[in-house]
């Protein structure tokens, strides 16, 4: 049965308000989503009966919210198919995610290994790899994607004996297209490189395997899948998570301290310093398991189709260019000749419509696609095939309007 967006609707009060007096269209959900009310409930929850620091297990409510706290590491563990709560280290987000990395595998890199990224990286996956390169002599390699959205036949001389690190996103923020991920881990892995997927733009879409990925790293952000800012997941393979040294040191991380020398933590701890972001962590069980209570498949379609109806409706404006692929995305991303795709943001967002529009922090890509930037409007499971409509009738009126000077 098709997915019934009206049915969750509810659990979404935000999005029943007026955007500068028309009803709010909320389509930048790539940025980040909106949260149901049990992410909101279960916040609330921690603080009015469980508030107290975690792990140090002297009283009552330190042991509530440890064990909540550890629950939700299984929790986010199941979700992503980890084989061990342990193999889940919880960061700020995305960014924080591959910094660790970034820092935690410098000594493992020598002058001329090649860190290899694809064209589509945001600038996550970008600028902590091009800074590890200059600080350790390491070059970053690019495997491009072809102006027209498909990858170069011949990628596999890309993977090569240098390459000690590769790191692809899952899905690009910008332009919505999918990396092979398969293949490409697979050259990467023939060539004994250690492997990252940043999967900040798949997790609330997409139901992630990080076993089958067979990944050394994946990575991602809890405000991209209905849970709260400042909480991600670094999920690493045991060897992998042993291999890192600690990007930041301190309290929790430690076992024996003295002031000569330091004995660290076992995993997941070694690997977090201080105290954690815990109704973050709690908030995002609970956005697991409302994404779990639904029919996965049927909300990724219905979030598919959206997009699909709005890049049917715009692909044979000549005035639109379009850089989404048609079919197989949540998002579309488009650019218009002659008009700037600020201007026209202003104006959907005169008329309630919120997109985004810019370089989507992937200034690389925009410079491959000869573009400045573009508008892009990203689908949750919320939204309706209304909004899709209303989003392309104030585009279409905004191109008129403006394209007349
Ligand atoms: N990678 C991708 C593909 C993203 O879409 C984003 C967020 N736009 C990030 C990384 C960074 O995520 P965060 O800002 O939550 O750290």
Redesign the pocket.
């Known amino acids: 049965m098709a997915f019934d967006p009206l049915s969750i609707r509810s659990s979404f009060p935000i999005l029943n308000q007026m955007a500068h007096g028309h009803p709010l269209v909320y389509l930048d959900n ?2 980040t989503t909106q949260k149901p009310l049990c992410v909101l409930d279960a916040i609330q929850d921690y603080y009015r009966n469980t508030n107290a620091n975690v792990h140090r297990g002297a009283h009552f409510l330190s042991d509530k919210a440890t064990s909540q706290f550890e629950v939700a590491r299984q929790t986010v563990a199941r979700f992503i198919r980890a084989p061990q709560d342990s193999h889940v280290i919880w960061t ?5 995610a591959i910094n660790m990395l970034a820092y935690g595998l410098e000594h493992l890199l020598e002058k001329d290994d090649e860190i290899l990224i694809t064209s589509l990286e ?1 600038h ?2 970008l600028v902590p790899w091009q800074q590890l390169a200059n600080r350790t002599g390491a070059v970053l390699r690019i495997l491009p994607m072809e102006v027209d959205g498909q990858w170069k036949a011949e990628y596999e001389p890309y993977f090569t004996q240098k390459t000690r690190i590769f790191a692809a ?1 899952h ?3 910008a332009i919505g297209v999918s990396t092979p991920l398969k293949t490409m881990l697979n050259l990467a892995k023939q060539q004994g490189a250690i492997t990252l997927v ?1 999967g ?2 798949a997790v609330a879409h997409y139901s992630v395997d990080v076993e089958e990925l067979d990944c050394d790293f994946y990575v991602f ?1 809890g ?2 899948m209905y849970g709260p800012t400042g909480i ?1 997941v670094l999920y690493g393979k045991t060897p992998a998570l042993e291999a890192l040294s600690p990007y930041q040191t301190g309290g929790e991380m430690v076992r024996k301290v003295s002031y000569q020398t330091t004995e660290f933590n076992d995993l997941p701890y070694r690997l977090e310093a201080g105290t954690p972001n815990i109704e973050g962590a709690i908030g995002l069980v609970a956005a697991c398991d409302f994404i779990e209570e639904q029919d996965r498949k049927a909300l990724l379609d219905w979030e598919q189709s959206l997009a699909a109806h709005v890049y049917k409706r715009l692909f044979h404006n000549e005035n639109i260019k379009i850089h989404s692929p048609e079919n197989n995305t949540t998002l579309v991303s488009l650019s218009v000749p002659n008009i700037h795709i600020l201007d026209l943001n202003a104006y959907l967002d005169s008329q309630g419509v919120g997109v985004r529009s810019g370089s ?2 992937a200034q690389p890509l925009m410079t491959t696609l000869g573009i400045e930037g573009t508008l892009r409007a990203s689908f949750a499971c919320y939204n309706t095939m209304e909004e899709a409509d209303r989003f392309c009738d104030v585009l279409i009126e905004a191109i008129d309007l403006l394209g007349e000077d």
């Open positions: 790539a940025a700020k987000g995305t960014t924080e945001h996550a996956n996103t899905i690009s923020n940043d900040a733009q952000s405000h991209k991600g989507h922090c």
